[in-house]
């Protein structure tokens, strides 16, 4: 029995092994269409060519930095301006 075993424990140690060396690795590329591509300083990322929509745009200029509290609104709080503002649409 243990004949048996050791050499059924030596076959599949060989066929694991290979397996593992003789695996064909490949690489997909799942870009989505419309992406680009950023590499540069060591570092590779991929991002939209088109956001779709202006998430953002400065009400005033220059903008200025101001800290708003935790607990508050910081719409309300911070930029008070920015709900009157024609650039803003509800949806």
């Known amino acids: 029995m243990k004949k ?3 050499t059924f424990l030596a076959i599949i140690i060989v066929a694991a ?3 593992l ?3 064909n690795i490949v ?3 799942t870009v989505p269409a419309g992406w680009l591509t950023y590499t540069g300083n060591g570092i590779e ?3 939209p ?3 779709g929509a202006n998430v953002w745009r400065a009400v005033t200029w220059p903008p200025t930095v101001t800290a708003v509290p935790a607990d508050k ?3 309300a709080f911070g930029c008070p301006k920015l709900k009157d503002s024609a650039m803003i649409t509800e949806s």
């Open 4 to 6: 048996f075993l050791f």
């Open 17 to 19: 092994g290979y397996f």
């Open 21 to 23: 060396i003789n695996r």
């Open 27 to 29: 690489k997909v590329n």
């Open 45 to 47: 990322f991929q991002y």
């Open 49 to 51: 060519g088109t956001f």
């Open 73 to 75: 609104d910081p719409v």
